[in-house]
């Protein structure tokens, strides 16, 4: 039980759902099902600090969405993901993003290399001509402050081709500062982004109590005393709210019991 134990409070280990998200995962897959039904393009900014699900739950709002185009309950999507840490530069957003669509929509199955201008003037004409048979692009943008640079030209145009009337794209951008817009944005990127916003508080220690347990419950021995949970919930809730956290307390607690 200790090794299942371990893997279960990793970081990386995915719940099937999210608790204590409900309201964020309602507002959001609402959201996409609208764009997506509607064949609309839109921006929507989610904020919070680390570890508070924002990214967790988009994976999961997507997977919702995923079930039912299988259904046949919504129109089918594509689902592409960017994330800014991982990025060499800024501007290699545009070929990662190209790359994708040329593969998905123009079924080239090896592109060709783009430099990052090139790349962003495929994706202009691309979202700016009419296709009747376009599906729609959720496009998820993480650690979206990573792509702030001096000219904002890399977010000015993620944010300005939804708002182009042919593009069929959704961006959801996810970054930790809730002012980032006002604060490093400019007005005409503001304007783009409109006013679709999420915000993640932090975790609360009823709701971290909430989110161990409910990883907790599929061992059969108990593992942690509630005392134990209470503790690390409250300890944590205290300093961030960042689930994350909590669950690295867990573990590291759990390997220095099965130490001594």
């Known amino acids: 039980p200790w090794a299942r134990a371990r893997q279960i409070l990793h970081v990386s280990s995915t ?94 199955d090896a592109p060709r290399k783009f430099s990052p201008r090139e790349a962003l003037n495929s994706l202009e004409n691309h979202f700016n001509s ?39 794209l959704i961006v959801i951008a996810v970054a930790n500062k809730m002012d980032l817009p006002e604060t490093e ?13 999420i915000q993640f508080k932090p975790y609360n220690h009823i709701q971290l109590m909430e989110i161990l347990n409910m990883r907790l419950d599929d061992l059969s021995d108990t593992i942690f005393v509630k005392d134990a949970i209470q503790w690390i919930s409250k300890k944590i809730s205290s300093l961030t709210g960042d689930v994350r956290k909590a669950l690295d307390l867990c573990r590291s607690t759990l390997e220095r019991v099965e130490k001594e």
């Not at 944005?185 to 916003?197: A, H, P, T, V, Y």
């Open 15 to 108: 719940p099937e759902w999210l608790p204590c998200r409900e309201e964020e995962f309602a507002e959001l897959e609402a959201a996409l099902e609208d764009s997506i039904d509607e064949s609309s393009g839109c921006c929507l900014y989610i904020s919070g600090v680390p570890g508070t699900g924002k990214t967790a739950t988009v994976h999961s709002v997507i997977n919702s969405l995923q079930g039912k185009v299988k259904r046949g309950e919504l129109h089918q999507f594509s689902f592409f993901e960017i994330n800014g840490m991982k990025v060499t530069e800024p501007n290699q957003a545009f070929v990662l993003f190209w790359e994708f669509l040329s593969r998905q929509e123009l079924g080239e």
């Open 185 to 197: 944005l400019n007005g005409k990127i503001r304007s783009r982004l409109g006013s679709n916003r």
């Open 130 to 168: 009419p296709c009747p048979t376009r599906q729609t692009c959720v496009l998820l943008v993480d650690e979206l402050d990573q792509l702030v640079t001096k000219k904002q030209e890399v977010i000015y145009n993620f944010f300005n081709w939804p708002n182009q009337p042919h593009s069929r």
